[in-house]
């Protein structure tokens, strides 16, 4: 069980056959989908700072403080 260097290279030639059959975004599907993401995140981020302020305001009616 030792560490075959022919195996070893054959690995990483198949593993540049694959990234060639890669079919990348291009740029602008790259800004676009980044765009995206981050307006889902801020989105997001502002839906669960109202839920968490109107629990954390119920929470303190309710227990009186």
Known sequence: MGFD?????SYLGDV?????????????EVI???IVVL???CI???FFAVV???WY???RYLIGG
Request: hydrophobic share 40%; charged share 25%.
């Open 32 to 34: 676009i989908t980044t």
């Open 39 to 41: 307006a889902l995140a």
């Open 57 to 59: 305001r119920t929470v």
């Open 5 to 9: 260097i022919k195996k070893f290279f």
């Open 44 to 46: 997001c981020a502002i």
């Open 52 to 54: 968490d302020t109107i």
């Open 16 to 28: 540049k056959q694959e990234v060639n059959k890669v079919t990348w975004p291009s740029k602008q």
